[in-house]
């Protein structure tokens, strides 16, 4: 069996989060190298790795993780202002840890393209 991630560890309660929202199916906490003012990570509870994983029987759950960024982003007060909801996959997009989450950033102005 592979490792535990990190993420995996956080949703075991085995290392602590500043967690912003729970349900049984996904896991909100703030990152721990914030990018901007809000930088909260959105996981679904169900291993998948990345983007590449999700298939249609995930279409509910993945639909649901946009529903709490939704509201997420009306909390943290930056819904009018505008957010990113990001998702790196894979080596090219610098994703470092191999459990499917989404960053949902905002609090700034952001350049575009992105880097
Ligand atoms: P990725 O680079 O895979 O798209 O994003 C992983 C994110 O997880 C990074 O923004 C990183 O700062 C965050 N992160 C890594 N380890 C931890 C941790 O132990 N706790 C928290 N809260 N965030 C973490």
């Not at 906490?29 to 169900?46: E, S």
């Not at 298939?55 to 007060?77: P, Q, W, Y």
Request: overall charge negative; charged content about 25%.
């Amino acid at each position: 069996m592979s490792e535990k991630t990190i993420f995996k560890k956080i949703i075991d309660k085995e290392i602590p989060a500043d967690v912003v929202y729970e349900d049984d199916r996904c896991l909100a906490f703030r990152d721990i190298a914030p990018q901007a003012p809000t930088h909260i990570v959105v996981i679904p509870k169900k291993e998948l790795r990345s983007t590449n994983d999700i298939t249609e029987e995930d279409a509910s759950l993945i639909g649901h993780l946009f529903c709490v960024m939704n509201e997420l982003a009306r909390k943290e007060g930056i819904a009018d202002a505008g957010y990113r909801i990001v998702t790196n996959c894979g080596p090219d997009a610098c994703q470092t840890v191999p459990h499917l989450h989404y960053h949902l950033i905002g609090g700034r102005k952001f350049g575009w393209p992105p880097g």
